[in-house]
């Protein structure tokens, strides 16, 4: 095995990528009040979705340990990559880099990069799956390191949220402000900035025009499109989502358009009916 790509569990990692044994996530936990979830294979969206919409308090994450990353870095490969949540909304990349270099340290030289996604969720997985390619490609690891920032540059993510009470919960968003853009059925497209941070670029009435809103605009900012995949993750609606992907399809010609459930921090930023999507 001569690569490995490490990913923090809030990059979605579709079927045939969580069988290969050289991508593994890192675990993010959870919290709702006192309980604490951890965003693995245990994690139940059903149940979490229920205990957020039943308190009044914002469920609050924490990132992996250094530790957690030095031992997924600990590993047969020559190359090793590791993928998180952007810098700007999770400490996750910093305890990545603390873990790569403790490893460094400990076990002595190894090739290791960790990749400050500047995104979240698919945005991640796209990501991961570009390393795989230029592996493949048999690119070496400076190479690898070159074309995958490159491609982080140029990535584009977005969201659309159903329900906005998670922002009005932990202070993004003020009650006059959920309440009016609740009774309007007003939802806001929000997107990733260059820094890895979010700011909202547009609204719709109702959360289908705001879907497709937020697809125009995605296609609009895409070169090449034939070259590039169009990710899409849902948080507990998936007919929303195929109906999405099947807009994409009408519209432009990707190489790849695929669909998947979001995990448990993706669900948490998402809530019950968001939609993200990364090109």
């Known amino acids: ?48 979705l229920r205990r957020v919409a039943a308190s009044p308090n914002s469920p609050k994450s924490t990132c992996p340990s250094p530790e957690q990353y030095m031992s997924a870095f600990d590993c047969e490969a020559g190359h090793v990559y590791a993928v998180t949540l952007s810098s700007q909304l999770s400490g996750s990349y910093n305890s990545a880099e603390i873990g790569r270099k403790l490893y460094l340290e400990e076990k002595g030289q190894k090739q290791i990069h960790v990749f400050d996604s500047r995104s979240a969720s698919v945005g991640e997985t796209l990501i991961a799956m570009k390393i795989q390619e230029c592996e493949e490609a048999g690119l070496a690891f400076e190479e690898v390191v070159e074309k995958v920032e490159a491609f982080i540059t140029g990535m584009n993510t977005s969201f659309v949220l159903e329900n906005l009470e998670t922002l009005r919960k932990n202070g993004r968003l003020s009650n006059i402000k959920a309440f009016v853009a609740g009774a309007l059925n007003i939802k806001p497209v929000m997107a990733g900035t260059a820094e890895g941070t979010i700011s909202q670029i547009g609204q719709a009435r109702g959360i289908g025009k705001a879907v497709d809103k937020m697809i125009h605009d995605l296609i609009a900012k895409t070169v090449n499109p034939q070259e590039k995949i169009f990710a899409i993750s849902h948080c507990n609606c998936p007919k929303r989502a195929k109906e999405a992907a099947e807009k994409v399809r009408k519209l432009a010609e990707f190489k790849e358009i695929f669909v998947i459930d979001t995990a448990g921090i993706s669900s948490m930023y998402a809530n019950d009916g968001g939609i993200i999507m990364a090109v």
């Open 1 to 48: 095995m001569n690569y490995k790509i490490v990913v923090d569990s809030c990059g979605e990692l579709p079927g045939k990528l969580k069988e290969d044994g050289r991508f593994e996530n890192v675990p993010l936990e959870m919290s709702v009040d006192d309980y604490r979830i951890v965003d693995d294979e245990t994690f139940d969206q059903a149940d979490f």
